[in-house]
């Protein structure tokens, strides 16, 4: 088996949260989808389980996190383009979501753009290109 992650994360309304999820480029596995549970693919390799809290609840005896007031991890991900990026990011907002919730960040070889789920979790979408960060090691391969 791949290496693969799967992100669990409770939300609030599950059909509002899927809805988002889809809107922002995610497909929905109903072979692991229930009234509890929807499983949300972002890649062959990412995807996001999104768990009703009292389903969540049953996985932990920690008390489960208002995303919206605390932060216990920011998910970056990374895409092909700049514009790929802000397709994403401006998807969100209709959908729910809470766009450049930080400033948008241009480095030149690194363009990342930030969002929040309607629950309040926090995505750093991301554009790099290598070889304009590093020339001189480029230059020296040549």
């Known amino acids: 088996m791949s290496k693969t992650i799967f992100v669990n994360l409770p939300v609030k309304d599950l059909a509002a949260s899927t809805r988002f999820y889809e809107a ?13 549970a929807a499983s949300m693919v972002w890649s062959d390799t990412v995807t996001f389980q999104l768990l009703t809290r009292d389903y969540y609840s049953t996985f932990t005896k920690k008390p489960i996190a208002d995303a919206h ?10 895409r092909d383009s700049r514009e790929e990026v802000d397709a994403i990011v401006e998807a969100a907002a209709p959908a729910g979501g809470k766009v450049d919730i930080r400033a948008p960040q241009d480095m030149g070889f690194m363009y990342l753009r930030t969002f929040e789920d309607p629950d309040g979790n926090t995505f750093e979408l991301m554009f790099m ?9 480029q230059a020296e391969a040549s």
């Open 24 to 36: 922002i480029g995610c497909t929905k596995n109903e072979q692991f989808s229930d009234e509890n």
């Open 69 to 78: 007031g605390t932060s216990a991890m920011l998910i970056a991900l990374p």
């Open 129 to 137: 290109d290598p070889a304009a960060a590093m020339p001189g090691e």
